[in-house]
């Protein structure tokens, strides 16, 4: 479908029973047979607004902060690690600097906890092996919420009109679809409430094995048939709506002709590869692309957004058009590119807080966040300038040399990711620096960097002195003894330093 954007409209209280913006499931993947790719008949015309979207949205997003306004409904909640184990909540770090994940389930009587239980389970252990959820899940956390239904089953299971009256209102043959599975927005987000941190991500999971899925890209909701055997993938498909934003990949092969605009979503455009170069639009810098263990070669593909001709995707396959394949890297980049929106490369406040004025005694501290393979980069920086050496989590402000007063140490942390190549995402949000004031006077003579002027700076400036002329291939770079910076090594610098050795210590 071609994404909406998020809204931040304040709800006071959370109650409407609307439906949202929707995006469909995959069709439901056909027996395997040795006849190739089976294609699927168009759905009813009439149900589309043009966009892939089935129902306008009029339940809008909260952000993390206006959802103390939703009333929630009570039911009990577990923290789980990405397989689905549960966890001691103080056990994820800084709370608020991780996406959290909230499932929900839906026609779970209280004797079929056990059941959702493993069906949540089950979807993340799949979920987390997949790229770029398996480097970013140490970036997730997720929480469990078990909702206790009076019937079990949702809604057009295993026809449209079986009608069951459940918690989050969960039915399949949502406007006349069988595979899309719709959820009542206001129930999901009331019963995610319970978490002890606010949502980003909501999976509502029913109790059903019937092939269905949808997606909420406006509401940042998925939902899920929790007992199908393709669970687990209808959820990464389903997130990469919510989550990352992106389009459909697929057609119905009924020779649909694409007439809208350039899609929103990364994944999807109007033009061809040498229109996208020529023009250095979506995926340009990702032609050509054929990295191992991504959809690819990466060009322009055509067929998709529902339609056949006039469109065009990333790769021949992907996870956004059929269920098993891996994401195509356009797609990888969209979905880094809004969890660094929620998650910050630094994890939590660094000691002391920037605040502070540091001292030559200081020493900063900071956490990283924990990218599974690649680590990210950490440089710390005097005045602007990197420090040779200085990659680690703390530094000792006392181990460089502040004789000519430096007024700044910073530090920067990025994630090199061979997922994103856009440089203004790579700068303006895999990458963080923070700054601390450092307002040390200037102690010129204090060669050794220890802050005194003393025996141990003589040596270093009786050689300077003795080869006079800075031009010389012997100075050392930047002929530090030439304390008056005329060009040479002299008298007149050697009564600046006895000065400053009579003073001993730097100011």
Known sequence: MQTQSRTTHTLAVVLSLSSSAVCLALPNPPEATNAGPMRFAPINEGLWEGNGCVVKADVPYLPRNEQGAIERIPASVTMLDTQGRELPFADRGAANNRLNLVVVGDGYL?????????HTTN????????????????????????VISNVSGVSGDPTSNISKSTPLQMNFWCAGIERLLCVNISRAYQYAANAPQPFDQ???????TKYGGAGYPSNEVGTVSGGNGSAALIAIHEMGHSLGDLEDEYDYADGTVYSGGEPTGANASIRTAPQMQAQQTKWWRW???????????????EGAVYAVFGVYRPSPDSMMRTLGPQFNLPSCEAL???IYAIVKPIDGPPTPATSMVLSPASQANINIMQKVGAPLTVQWLL????????TGTSFNVASVNLRKGSSTLAVRVADDTIMVR?????????????????????CLADFTGDRYVDDADFPTFADQYNLLDCADPGMPSGCPADLN?????????FVLFVGMYEAFACP
């Open 110 to 118: 209280s004797t079929q906890q056990a059941t959702f239980n493993t």
């Open 123 to 146: 979807t993340l252990n799949t979920f987390f092996a997949y790229e770029p959820y398996k480097s970013y899940q140490n970036y997730f956390q997720t929480f469990r919420v078990n």
């Open 202 to 208: 909501i999976l509502a999971v029913a109790n059903s």
């Open 287 to 301: 032609l050509g692309d054929a990295t191992q263990g991504f959809a690819g070669p990466i060009s322009t593909y």
């Open 336 to 338: 880094i590119a809004h």
């Open 383 to 390: 005045d602007g300038q990197p420090v040779p050496g200085a």
């Open 422 to 442: 856009d440089p203004v995402i790579r700068s303006s949000l895999l990458t963080q620096q923070l700054t601390w004031s450092l307002p040390v006077a200037p």
């Open 485 to 493: 910076s005329d060009g040479f090594v002299d008298d007149s610098d």
